[in-house]
């Protein structure tokens, strides 16, 4: 047996117990809800790829779930792609992953796809509020974004929070994965925000939120010195327009940089991974794509920073809010908005200078008197 089969075999065997180590994970006693994943990145930056390269190897057969694409069309605007159980049915798997899977696969990661170039950016309010509620669990599953955005021009920042007051235990995202495409810059806005959510505090000083953070580095096969791991050596791929083979200092430049944003010194082994998806351009299959992929999924099966927890259909006590107290917290946002509008502010300006300067004169004329 040649090098090269024997580091295949060797990989495979390392599969297999992967496969094993989230059966394991699945049946864990404390386990008693999926854990609930956020996948955010720009357009373009692999999330879609990388959740039909989850559903490829959780089967074995290829499935399209995830609308892919470049990100040219309609990065202007969030969209929201929800997956559960990574996207997969029971029947849906081979009779090989059948067998280890089946009976676990309602165990599996709630996957949410999230994208758009502008809501990556952070640029606007209304892109945190979203993002945020999404975390804390406030939005419930099925809600069109089309109807959040709505519902924010309509009313403004601050509306969704009032209109969603309750928190579901079963809605909460525990893992927030960064998909970053290592060739692009890095979101530093997207970075900051998501951490600043992880630090926020109630009155009694107990965290809100609590998710762990992690990285994707995806495309890491144009990194020129692993590329072979990737492609045969007569199966290299003609390069597409923005595709360019990188030496590993600068893939490691950036991982530097993912680091450092994100706290995560030290910590990069387990809360970040290199990664390869099934795309046009790898049609077979390949050892190597599908460790990462389960090495991944094993990562998000592993109890995050609050444990798994129990769930729980009823909604958090602290954050009970009663249908008569949200519409009144609604309507009144609303008419001090209006008539913050409406206020000539000028006016207003012009006749408390008028007021201060009467009262004034007044006191002064009435010391002067006495």
């Known amino acids: 047996m040649s090098g090269e089969q024997e580091r295949f075999e060797k990989v495979r065997e390392e599969n297999r117990k992967l496969k094993m180590d989230i059966v394991e994970l699945c049946k864990r006693p404390d386990r008693t809800k999926p854990e609930v994943v956020l996948l955010l990145g720009k357009s373009g930056s692999g999330k879609s790829s990388m959740i039909n390269t989850i559903c490829r190897v959780i089967s074995g057969k290829s499935f399209q779930r995830a609308v892919t694409g470049r990100g040219a069309a309609g990065s202007k605007t969030l969209t929201l792609q929800r997956f559960e159980q990574c996207g997969l049915k029971d029947f849906e798997l081979t009779e090989e992953n059948r067998d280890l899977f089946e009976h676990v696969l309602h165990m599996f990661p709630t996957l949410y796809d999230a994208a758009g170039r502008e809501y990556m950016d952070m640029e606007s309010d209304n892109c945190k509020e979203i993002i945020e509620l999404l975390i804390g669990g406030y939005i419930p599953k099925g809600t069109s974004v089309q109807f959040l955005e709505d519902k924010q021009r309509e009313h403004g920042p601050g509306y969704l929070k009032v209109y969603f007051p309750e928190s579901r235990e079963e809605r909460k995202i525990t893992k927030v994965v960064l998909v970053l495409d290592w060739q692009s810059s890095f979101p530093e806005a997207l970075a900051k925000y998501i951490m600043d959510i992880g630090s926020k505090y109630d009155d009694r ?26 492609y045969d050596k007569d199966n290299n791929r003609d390069q597409k327009q923005g595709d360019e083979l990188k030496p590993m200092t600068s893939f490691q430049e950036f991982e530097k940089t993912v680091a450092e944003n994100l706290s995560l010194e030290g910590a990069m082994t387990h809360n970040s991974i290199r990664w390869v998806s099934y795309v046009d351009e790898h049609t077979d299959d390949n050892v190597s794509i599908d460790n990462i992929a389960l090495k991944f999924i094993k990562q998000m099966m592993e109890p995050n920073c609050s444990g798994v927890g129990a769930s729980s259909d009823e909604p958090d006590p602290s954050n009970r809010v009663s249908p008569f107290q949200a519409r009144m917290e609604i309507m009144a946002i609303k008419w001090f908005r209006e008539m913050y509008n409406k206020t000539d502010w000028v006016h207003v300006l012009l006749v408390v200078a008028w007021l201060v300067v009467t009262v004034l004169g007044f006191l002064t004329a009435k010391v002067y008197n006495n």
């Open 205 to 230: 000083g107990q965290p809100i939120y609590l998710f762990d953070v992690f990285a994707v580095l995806s495309k890491y096969d144009l990194v020129k010195e692993e590329r072979s791991d990737f």
